[in-house]
């Protein structure tokens, strides 16, 4: 079964400073989908970023972008210029591609971001 | 898109009682998802349909579990007997068919406490 792992259960940052949240993952696939999520303390999942494997162009969406290493199975998350509202927990997930159904999901790192 | 929305937010059953949660998802998604989630823990798969086929079901989705989708729009998540380790956040999930766009969004959850 594939497996994500966050390494960092709490991580920390000053408003409008940049943070980086680690994932790693392990696969035997070659296509697949790497996503990142946003669980504020109202606990509803929200979509911050995707990446396709087989795209080398690193997504980036706004302040959010990735660093995607797909030879090391690494896929981390930079936030640049945060803010108050990014303070949640965010979870790192996987979706082979040769399926149509179940993420995997981290254990997720709690953000908290200080004025 | 009204999103995905699930009821009850909130539910507290006794030991040994039935409970039934609903989900709605995004009109026209035809895939469907039900995820746990504990305290500290990332979502973990329960099961997927795709419009009211049931395509795939998790070790975790023990007989006391049964999910349904009789017209292929919204579901429900049983559980028969219930056991204080059913306790956790019941999230469900919807996606839309076109597979290059296959991401998954997410309710605000049903949150059950078993006492």
């Known amino acids: 079964a594939q497996t994500v792992t966050q390494s960092q259960p709490e991580m920390s940052v000053q408003e409008a400073e940049t943070v980086t949240l680690s994932c790693t993952y392990d696969?035997?696939?070659?296509?697949?989908?790497l996503f990142w999520y946003k669980q504020p303390p109202s606990r509803q999942m929200i979509l911050v970023i995707r990446?396709?494997?087989?795209?080398?162009q690193n997504a980036t969406e706004n302040r959010f972008s990735v660093n995607f290493q797909k030879a090391a199975k690494s896929f981390s998350l930079k936030i640049s210029d945060s803010q108050l509202g990014d303070a949640a927990m965010y979870f790192c997930?996987?979706?082979?591609?040769?399926?149509?159904?179940?993420?995997?999901f981290g254990r997720g790192t709690q953000l908290t971001v200080w004025p | 898109d009204t999103g995905v929305s699930q009821d009850p937010r909130h539910k507290i059953t006794k030991r040994g009682q039935n409970v039934t949660f609903r989900c709605d998802p995004i009109?026209?998604?035809?895939?469907l998802y039900w995820y746990r989630q504990t305290l500290g823990q990332g979502p973990e798969f329960l099961t997927y349909?795709?419009?009211?086929?049931?395509?795939?079901k998790s070790r975790l989705l023990s007989d006391r579990f049964s999910a349904e989708r009789p017209k292929g729009s919204f579901s429900t998540l049983e559980i028969q007997r219930t056991e204080q380790g059913d306790s956790a956040m019941y999230l469900c999930?919807?996606?839309?068919?076109?597979?290059?766009?296959?991401?998954?969004?997410f309710g605000p959850g049903t949150r059950l406490t078993v006492l």
């Open positions: 009109s026209e998604h035809n895939r």
């Open positions: 990446q396709e494997a087989y795209k080398q």
């Open positions: 696969t035997s696939e070659s296509d697949y989908y």
């Open positions: 999930a919807s996606s839309p068919r076109d597979r290059d766009t296959d991401t998954q969004y």
């Open positions: 997930a996987y979706k082979g591609g040769s399926t149509l159904g179940r993420l995997y």
């Open positions: 349909f795709q419009n009211e086929a049931q395509l795939e």
